[in-house]
C-alpha cells in the first residue's frame, strides 16, 4: 500500500475540504467537538427545527457539488468516484464531523440493487433514495436469528400475484422515520438453512398488517425498533434477486456494510476529547491517571491508527478490483471493539465520577460523554454481526480453518 496521495488525490482532498468550510452545518460541527455522532435521517424526521434544518442543509451542500451518492456510478445518478475518491471523501467528511446521508438505503440497498436488481426495480427504487426523499429500514434480526441470521422464521407465502408475509424483526434501525424496509423473509421452510430465503422490498412501511413499536435502550435513546408482520401482502415482483437466492443478495449488502472507513477516525477524535478533559482545570482537579492508564491511551491511539489501516486495505483491496470479505470483518470486529476500549479507558480515568450521568451536572467528567457512550458502545460488538461471527468468518473464509 502506498499511503501517500497521488496529486491526483491530493488535489480531489483539497477541493472536498474546500467545500467542507461552508457545507457543513454549524450544528454537525458543534456536535463533532462535543465527540457526538449524528444520525442524518432521524434530523430529517425529528420535528426539531435545528435538526432538520441541519440536515437538510448538509444534503444541499452535497447535491450541489454532485456529493450525495459519491459510491454509486454516474449512470445511475451518483458521483462515481474511484474506491480511494471515496476513502478521501469518507475520511475527510468524518473528520469534520458531518454525518452519511441517505441512510440504509443509500448505504446498503442502492449498490445491492445496481448488483442484483432488475432494470424495473432500479428505475422504480433508486431515484426516490437517490434523491434524498425515501428512507429505508432495514428487516434482517429476529428476536431468534440475530447472530445466526439463517435462522430467521418471518415467513413469505406465495398467493397469486402477491407474497404474503408474518413473523417479527428486532433491532429495526430508523424503522420509525422510514418510508420503507427490505427484509429477508423465508419463502421455502423445506429448503436447507441458507436456502429458501428471499429478499424483499416493502415500499411503504405503512403497508396494512405492518406495525413498528419502539425500542428505547439503556441510554433512553429511541433508535431501534421491532416491527410486526401480519398477513402483509406485496406485489410478486417485489423480490430482489432469485426467490430462494435472498441469502446471497443479503451478503452482498453486508460485505457493503462492514467496509468501515470512519470508525478509526471517531476513535481517535474521542481520544482528543478525552486528552483534551484530562489537561483542563477540571480533569486536573477530579482525576488521577496513573501509569497503568496513561499506557492504556497510548493503547488506544495506536489501535486507532491500527484501524485506520485495517480500514486503508479495504480500499485499496477495492481500488483494485477486488471485493472484500473476510477483510471487512476483521475491521469490523477490530474497530468495534477498539471503540468499545476507547470509552472503558476513560471511565477508568473518572474514578467514582465515572458514575454521574447528567450531562449538565458540573461535576461529570466532559459532560458525561464517556459514561454515556461505555453504555450505549455496548451493541457495537453485535450490530451487523457479532464479533463472534466476524471471527468465525476470518477463521473460515480467511484461514481456512474448518468449521468444527
Same mark, same amino acid.
Given at each position: ?6 496529486? &491526483? ?9 474546500? @467545500? ?11 456536535? @463533532? ?35 450525495? @451518492? ?9 458521483? +462515481? ?13 468524518? %473528520? ?14 442502492? /449498490? ?9 426495480? *432500479? ?32 415467513? %413469505?407465502?406465495?398467493? +397469486?400475484? &402477491? ?9 429495526? #434501525? ?23 430465503? #428471499? ?11 405492518? #406495525?413498528?413499536? !419502539? ?6 435513546? =429511541? ?42 477516525? #471517531? ?10 478533559? $484530562? ?27 491500527? +484501524? ?15 471485493? !472484500? ?6 475491521? *469490523? $470486529?477490530?474497530?468495534? &471493539? ?7 479507558? %476513560?471511565? =477508568? ?48 473464509? +480467511?484461514?481456512?480453518? /474448518?468449521?468444527?
Amino acid at each position: 500500500m502506498d499511503w501517500a496521495d497521488t496529486p &491526483e488525490q491530493a488535489a480531489f482532498r483539497a477541493e472536498v475540504r474546500e @467545500a467542507f468550510v461552508d457545507g457543513i452545518p454549524s450544528y454537525y460541527r458543534e456536535r @463533532a467537538a462535543r465527540g457526538l455522532d449524528s444520525d442524518w435521517g432521524q434530523d430529517r424526521r425529528s420535528g426539531d427545527p435545528d435538526r432538520e434544518n441541519a440536515a437538510n442543509s448538509w444534503t444541499d451542500a452535497l447535491f450541489e457539488h454532485g456529493w450525495f @451518492a459519491p459510491h454509486l456510478p454516474k449512470e445511475y445518478g451518483g458521483a +462515481g468516484m474511484s474506491p480511494m475518491e471515496q476513502f478521501i471523501f469518507t475520511q475527510e467528511r468524518a %473528520a469534520a464531523g458531518a454525518p452519511q446521508v441517505g441512510a440504509n438505503g443509500l448505504a446498503l440497498l442502492a /449498490p445491492t440493487l445496481i448488483v442484483h436488481g432488475t432494470d424495473e426495480q *432500479k428505475a422504480q427504487y433508486l431515484p426516490g433514495i437517490l434523491n434524498g426523499e425515501k428512507l429505508w429500514a432495514q428487516g434482517y434480526s429476529e428476536p431468534g436469528a440475530g447472530s445466526d441470521l439463517a435462522g430467521l422464521q418471518t415467513r %413469505a407465502t406465495r398467493d +397469486g400475484d &402477491e407474497w404474503v408475509i408474518n413473523g417479527q424483526k428486532i433491532w429495526t #434501525s430508523s424503522a420509525h422515520v422510514a418510508d420503507s424496509i427490505f427484509a429477508l423473509v423465508r419463502t421455502d421452510p423445506d429448503a436447507p438453512k441458507h436456502r429458501g430465503i #428471499s429478499f424483499v422490498l416493502i415500499e411503504d412501511i405503512h403497508t396494512p398488517g405492518l #406495525s413498528v413499536r !419502539p425500542l428505547v435502550n439503556m441510554g433512553w435513546e =429511541h433508535g431501534f425498533n421491532e416491527t410486526f408482520f401480519e398477513d402483509v401482502r406485496i406485489p410478486a415482483e417485489n423480490v430482489l434477486g432469485e426467490v430462494n437466492r435472498g441469502w446471497y443478495v443479503g451478503m452482498t449488502l453486508l460485505d457493503f456494510e462492514r467496509s468501515n472507513i470512519a470508525g478509526a477516525i #471517531s476513535a481517535k477524535r474521542r481520544l482528543d476529547i478525552l486528552t483534551d478533559f $484530562l489537561h483542563s482545570e477540571q480533569g486536573q482537579s477530579t482525576t488521577h491517571v496513573s501509569p497503568v492508564t496513561r499506557t492504556e491511551i497510548a493503547d488506544r491511539y495506536i489501535e486507532s491508527d491500527v +484501524g485506520f489501516n485495517f480500514s486503508f486495505r479495504i480500499i485499496s483491496m477495492q481500488d483494485r478490483g477486488l471485493i !472484500p470479505n473476510y477483510e471487512a470483518s476483521m475491521t *469490523k $470486529l477490530f474497530l468495534s &471493539e477498539v471503540t468499545q476500549d476507547v470509552a472503558r479507558t %476513560a471511565v =477508568h480515568c473518572f474514578g467514582l465520577y465515572a458514575n454521574l450521568w447528567d450531562e449538565d451536572d458540573e461535576r461529570s467528567p466532559a459532560r458525561a460523554f464517556f459514561t454515556r457512550r461505555y453504555v450505549l458502545d455496548i451493541p457495537g460488538t453485535i450490530a451487523a454481526g457479532s464479533s463472534e461471527i466476524q471471527r468465525n468468518i476470518i477463521a473460515t473464509r +480467511g484461514l481456512g480453518l /474448518p468449521r468444527s
